[in-house]
Protein backbone atom coordinates (compact mmCIF):
# COMPACT_ATOMS: atom_id res chain seq x y z
CA UNK A 1 0.00 0.00 0.00
CA UNK A 2 0.89 3.63 -0.80
CA UNK A 3 -0.02 5.60 2.81
CA UNK A 4 0.67 9.47 3.19
CA UNK A 5 0.37 10.21 6.50
CA UNK A 6 -0.82 14.21 7.37
CA UNK A 7 1.19 15.10 10.48
CA UNK A 8 2.94 18.36 11.89
CA UNK A 9 6.66 18.41 11.54
CA UNK A 10 8.64 16.24 13.92
CA UNK A 11 5.35 14.97 15.40
CA UNK A 12 6.04 11.26 17.59
CA UNK A 13 2.36 10.03 15.32
CA UNK A 14 4.04 10.58 12.12
CA UNK A 15 6.98 8.37 12.96
CA UNK A 16 5.55 5.99 14.74
CA UNK A 17 2.44 5.45 11.98
CA UNK A 18 5.69 5.66 9.17
CA UNK A 19 7.65 3.63 10.98
CA UNK A 20 5.16 0.55 11.50
CA UNK A 21 4.15 0.93 8.04
CA UNK A 22 7.63 0.52 6.52
CA UNK A 23 8.22 -2.40 8.59
CA UNK A 24 5.40 -4.17 7.20
CA UNK A 25 6.75 -3.53 3.41
CA UNK A 26 4.62 -0.52 2.35
CA UNK A 27 5.63 2.93 1.10
CA UNK A 28 4.72 6.05 3.55
CA UNK A 29 5.15 9.18 2.88
CA UNK A 30 4.65 12.37 6.14
CA UNK A 31 2.58 15.53 4.38
CA UNK A 32 2.27 18.44 4.99
CA UNK A 33 -1.56 20.55 4.95
CA UNK A 34 0.39 23.63 4.22
CA UNK A 35 2.13 22.19 0.98
CA UNK A 36 -1.45 20.66 -0.46
CA UNK A 37 -2.24 22.16 -4.34
CA UNK A 38 -4.56 20.90 -6.47
CA UNK A 39 -4.41 21.97 -9.73
CA UNK A 40 -7.03 21.73 -12.42
CA UNK A 41 -5.99 22.14 -15.73
CA UNK A 42 -7.76 21.22 -19.47
CA UNK A 43 -10.47 20.07 -17.32
CA UNK A 44 -8.41 17.33 -15.29
CA UNK A 45 -7.68 17.63 -11.70
CA UNK A 46 -4.82 16.57 -9.94
CA UNK A 47 -4.13 16.68 -6.12
CA UNK A 48 -0.29 17.41 -4.30
CA UNK A 49 0.44 17.45 -0.64
CA UNK A 50 4.89 18.39 -1.34
CA UNK A 51 6.31 16.07 -4.19
CA UNK A 52 3.35 13.51 -3.57
CA UNK A 53 0.47 12.95 -6.18
CA UNK A 54 -2.01 12.19 -2.97
CA UNK A 55 -4.50 10.73 -5.36
CA UNK A 56 -1.96 8.07 -5.86
CA UNK A 57 -2.13 7.00 -2.48
CA UNK A 58 -3.88 3.89 -1.09
CA UNK A 59 -4.70 5.59 2.53
CA UNK A 60 -4.03 9.11 3.84
CA UNK A 61 -4.46 9.31 7.33
CA UNK A 62 -5.22 12.50 8.99
CA UNK A 63 -2.63 13.17 12.39
CA UNK A 64 -3.45 17.09 12.61
CA UNK A 65 -6.19 19.33 11.87
CA UNK A 66 -3.92 22.42 12.33
CA UNK A 67 -5.11 26.24 13.17
CA UNK A 68 -5.91 28.50 10.23
CA UNK A 69 -8.06 31.24 8.50
CA UNK A 70 -11.63 30.04 7.57
CA UNK A 71 -10.67 29.88 3.67
CA UNK A 72 -7.48 27.95 4.49
CA UNK A 73 -9.70 25.39 6.90
CA UNK A 74 -12.03 24.47 4.31
CA UNK A 75 -9.87 24.15 1.65
CA UNK A 76 -8.43 21.96 3.69
CA UNK A 77 -11.78 20.21 4.02
CA UNK A 78 -12.23 20.72 0.69
CA UNK A 79 -9.21 19.14 0.11
CA UNK A 80 -9.90 15.80 1.82
CA UNK A 81 -13.57 15.59 0.07
CA UNK A 82 -11.96 15.48 -3.27
CA UNK A 83 -9.53 13.19 -2.46
CA UNK A 84 -11.83 10.52 -0.98
CA UNK A 85 -14.31 10.84 -3.62
CA UNK A 86 -10.90 10.42 -5.69
CA UNK A 87 -11.03 6.78 -4.18
CA UNK A 88 -8.73 7.68 -1.67
CA UNK A 89 -9.18 6.30 2.14
CA UNK A 90 -9.25 8.84 4.40
CA UNK A 91 -8.62 8.26 8.32
CA UNK A 92 -11.07 9.53 9.47
CA UNK A 93 -13.17 10.75 6.86
CA UNK A 94 -13.57 14.35 6.03
CA UNK A 95 -17.25 14.52 7.52
CA UNK A 96 -16.60 12.78 10.80
CA UNK A 97 -13.41 15.49 11.13
CA UNK A 98 -15.83 18.15 10.89
CA UNK A 99 -18.13 16.71 13.05
CA UNK A 100 -15.46 15.49 15.93
CA UNK A 101 -12.86 18.04 16.07
CA UNK A 102 -16.36 20.88 16.68
CA UNK A 103 -16.93 20.58 20.00
CA UNK A 104 -20.40 21.56 19.43
CA UNK A 105 -21.33 19.86 16.46
CA UNK A 106 -20.09 16.44 18.51
CA UNK A 107 -22.32 17.20 21.49
CA UNK A 108 -25.37 18.36 19.68
CA UNK A 109 -25.11 14.73 17.45
CA UNK A 110 -24.53 12.80 20.57
CA UNK A 111 -27.74 14.57 22.75
CA UNK A 112 -29.78 14.12 19.59
CA UNK A 113 -28.77 10.09 19.63
CA UNK A 114 -29.58 9.81 23.41
CA UNK A 115 -25.78 9.70 24.37
CA UNK A 116 -25.65 11.18 28.13
CA UNK A 117 -23.52 14.03 27.66
CA UNK A 118 -22.72 16.63 30.22
CA UNK A 119 -25.03 19.83 30.64
CA UNK A 120 -23.85 22.27 27.76
CA UNK A 121 -24.42 25.87 26.49
CA UNK A 122 -22.79 27.52 23.25
CA UNK A 123 -23.23 30.98 22.75
CA UNK A 124 -21.49 34.41 21.05
CA UNK A 125 -22.31 36.70 24.03
CA UNK A 126 -20.56 37.29 27.43
CA UNK A 127 -24.21 38.49 28.67
CA UNK A 128 -25.76 34.81 27.62
CA UNK A 129 -22.72 33.27 28.85
CA UNK A 130 -23.60 35.04 32.23
CA UNK A 131 -26.86 33.61 31.62
CA UNK A 132 -25.57 30.25 30.94
CA UNK A 133 -23.08 30.23 34.19
CA UNK A 134 -26.27 30.92 36.53
CA UNK A 135 -28.49 28.28 35.01
CA UNK A 136 -25.24 25.62 35.20
CA UNK A 137 -24.81 26.23 38.87
CA UNK A 138 -21.96 28.36 38.92
CA UNK A 139 -19.61 26.43 38.43
CA UNK A 140 -18.93 25.34 34.86
CA UNK A 141 -15.87 24.26 32.71
CA UNK A 142 -15.12 26.40 29.72
CA UNK A 143 -13.60 25.05 26.70
CA UNK A 144 -12.41 26.55 22.92
CA UNK A 145 -14.59 25.02 20.64
CA UNK A 146 -11.56 23.30 19.07
CA UNK A 147 -8.55 21.88 20.98
CA UNK A 148 -7.20 18.79 22.22
CA UNK A 149 -4.92 17.87 25.35
CA UNK A 150 -6.82 19.70 28.04
CA UNK A 151 -5.01 22.76 26.54
CA UNK A 152 -7.26 25.73 26.81
CA UNK A 153 -9.85 24.30 29.17
CA UNK A 154 -10.57 26.01 32.43
CA UNK A 155 -12.93 25.87 35.46
CA UNK A 156 -14.69 29.14 36.40
CA UNK A 157 -16.87 29.04 39.78
CA UNK A 158 -16.83 32.82 40.81
CA UNK A 159 -19.27 35.43 39.38
CA UNK A 160 -16.43 37.78 38.74
CA UNK A 161 -14.18 35.98 37.18
CA UNK A 162 -16.77 34.05 34.65
CA UNK A 163 -17.76 37.69 33.72
CA UNK A 164 -13.63 38.48 32.86
CA UNK A 165 -13.43 35.43 31.22
CA UNK A 166 -16.82 35.58 28.82
CA UNK A 167 -15.98 39.00 27.52
CA UNK A 168 -12.44 38.38 27.09
CA UNK A 169 -13.40 35.50 24.77
CA UNK A 170 -16.33 37.41 23.41
CA UNK A 171 -13.87 40.42 22.50
CA UNK A 172 -11.70 37.62 20.64
CA UNK A 173 -14.77 36.72 18.60
CA UNK A 174 -14.70 33.18 19.62
CA UNK A 175 -16.94 30.79 20.51
CA UNK A 176 -18.13 30.92 24.16
CA UNK A 177 -18.50 27.15 25.05
CA UNK A 178 -19.58 26.04 28.60
CA UNK A 179 -20.25 22.89 30.63
CA UNK A 180 -21.47 22.12 33.65
CA UNK A 181 -18.79 21.10 36.24
CA UNK A 182 -18.61 17.63 36.57
CA UNK A 183 -19.01 16.10 40.78
CA UNK A 184 -18.83 12.97 39.85
CA UNK A 185 -14.89 11.41 40.80
CA UNK A 186 -11.98 13.56 39.35
CA UNK A 187 -10.83 10.64 36.83
CA UNK A 188 -12.00 10.02 33.41
CA UNK A 189 -12.00 7.07 31.10
CA UNK A 190 -10.01 7.02 27.55
CA UNK A 191 -11.53 4.38 25.03
CA UNK A 192 -9.15 4.17 21.93
CA UNK A 193 -12.01 2.57 19.33
CA UNK A 194 -10.78 1.44 15.74
CA UNK A 195 -13.57 0.04 13.41
CA UNK A 196 -15.98 -0.84 16.34
CA UNK A 197 -13.36 -2.30 18.66
CA UNK A 198 -12.29 -1.48 21.69
CA UNK A 199 -8.26 -1.16 20.99
CA UNK A 200 -7.31 -0.06 24.47
CA UNK A 201 -8.90 1.55 27.44
CA UNK A 202 -7.18 3.63 30.35
CA UNK A 203 -8.14 4.84 33.49
CA UNK A 204 -6.23 8.82 34.02
CA UNK A 205 -6.54 11.12 37.27
CA UNK A 206 -5.68 14.97 37.35
CA UNK A 207 -2.57 15.93 39.34
CA UNK A 208 -2.72 17.69 42.76
CA UNK A 209 -4.69 21.25 42.35
CA UNK A 210 -5.53 20.27 38.91
CA UNK A 211 -8.97 19.00 37.70
CA UNK A 212 -7.81 18.07 33.77
CA UNK A 213 -6.79 14.37 33.45
CA UNK A 214 -4.94 14.74 30.42
CA UNK A 215 -1.69 13.06 30.62
CA UNK A 216 -0.25 16.00 29.27
CA UNK A 217 -1.63 18.11 31.55
CA UNK A 218 0.39 15.93 34.02
CA UNK A 219 -2.72 13.36 34.76
CA UNK A 220 -1.56 10.11 36.00
CA UNK A 221 -3.04 6.96 33.84
CA UNK A 222 -3.40 3.17 34.72
CA UNK A 223 -4.78 0.19 32.08
CA UNK A 224 -8.75 -0.16 32.40
CA UNK A 225 -10.85 -2.87 31.40
CA UNK A 226 -14.41 -0.79 30.68
CA UNK A 227 -17.89 -2.73 31.23
CA UNK A 228 -20.31 -3.42 29.04
CA UNK A 229 -21.59 0.12 29.08
CA UNK A 230 -18.57 2.27 28.77
CA UNK A 231 -18.07 0.12 25.72
CA UNK A 232 -21.54 0.80 24.34
CA UNK A 233 -21.09 4.33 24.94
CA UNK A 234 -17.68 4.67 23.16
CA UNK A 235 -18.79 2.19 20.03
CA UNK A 236 -22.08 4.49 19.69
CA UNK A 237 -20.58 7.69 20.29
CA UNK A 238 -17.56 6.51 17.35
CA UNK A 239 -20.71 5.61 15.02
CA UNK A 240 -22.43 8.82 15.52
CA UNK A 241 -19.88 10.95 14.58
CA UNK A 242 -18.92 8.99 12.12
CA UNK A 243 -15.08 7.88 13.16
CA UNK A 244 -13.20 4.88 12.15
CA UNK A 245 -10.40 5.66 14.51
CA UNK A 246 -11.28 7.94 17.59
CA UNK A 247 -10.65 8.00 21.54
CA UNK A 248 -13.64 8.48 23.66
CA UNK A 249 -13.33 9.90 26.86
CA UNK A 250 -15.88 9.48 29.79
CA UNK A 251 -16.73 10.82 33.35
CA UNK A 252 -19.12 9.45 35.77
CA UNK A 253 -21.31 12.36 37.24
CA UNK A 254 -23.03 13.36 40.71
CA UNK A 255 -25.51 10.65 40.06
CA UNK A 256 -23.09 7.77 39.24
CA UNK A 257 -24.06 8.20 35.41
CA UNK A 258 -21.22 7.61 32.87
CA UNK A 259 -21.30 10.55 30.28
CA UNK A 260 -19.00 11.04 26.98
CA UNK A 261 -17.12 14.60 27.50
CA UNK A 262 -14.91 13.84 23.98
CA UNK A 263 -14.94 11.72 20.79
CA UNK A 264 -11.52 12.71 19.31
CA UNK A 265 -11.19 12.26 16.01
CA UNK A 266 -7.61 12.68 15.93
CA UNK A 267 -6.38 10.72 19.06
CA UNK A 268 -3.57 10.66 20.95
CA UNK A 269 -2.46 7.17 22.06
CA UNK A 270 1.24 8.14 23.16
CA UNK A 271 0.36 7.60 27.08
CA UNK A 272 -2.53 4.38 26.22
CA UNK A 273 0.28 2.71 24.53
CA UNK A 274 2.76 2.55 26.99
CA UNK A 275 0.01 1.96 29.36
CA UNK A 276 -1.21 -0.51 27.83
CA UNK A 277 1.62 -2.19 26.20
CA UNK A 278 0.19 -1.87 22.69
CA UNK A 279 1.81 -1.33 19.46
CA UNK A 280 -1.25 1.27 18.28
CA UNK A 281 0.57 2.36 14.62
CA UNK A 282 0.83 -1.49 13.93
CA UNK A 283 -2.86 -1.97 15.05
CA UNK A 284 -3.93 0.68 12.63
CA UNK A 285 -1.41 0.05 10.05
CA UNK A 286 -2.62 -4.04 10.23
CA UNK A 287 -6.38 -2.82 10.47
CA UNK A 288 -5.67 -1.11 7.18
CA UNK A 289 -4.15 -4.16 5.33
CA UNK A 290 -7.63 -5.79 6.05
CA UNK A 291 -9.19 -3.34 4.07
CA UNK A 292 -6.95 -2.62 1.42
CA UNK A 293 -9.33 -5.13 -1.04
CA UNK A 294 -12.36 -2.95 -0.38
CA UNK A 295 -14.04 0.03 -1.49
CA UNK A 296 -13.37 3.01 0.12
CA UNK A 297 -17.56 3.57 1.18
CA UNK A 298 -16.95 6.32 3.69
Known sequence: MRIG????????YVNEICTAATNRGHFAAELHFAQQSARIINGKTEFWIGDQQASELDALIVRTMPPGSLEQVILRMDFL????QAGVRIINSPRSLECAVDKYLTTQKLAENDIPIPDTIVCE????????FELLG??????????????GIMRVDHPEMALRTFRTLERLNTAIYVQRFNRGPME??????????????????????DFRANVAQAGQAEQYS???????????????????????DLMYNEQNTAVVIEVNAVP??????????????????????????EPNLQ
Do not use: Y
Open 125 to 132: TSEIAMDA
Open 268 to 293: GWRALEKTCRINIADHLIQWLESKDT
Open 5 to 12: VLGNEGSW
Open 188 to 209: DIRILVLDGQVVGSMKRRPAAG
Open 138 to 151: RDVVVKPLFGAEGR
Open 81 to 84: IALE
Open 226 to 248: PNAQEIELAIASAEITGCVFCGI
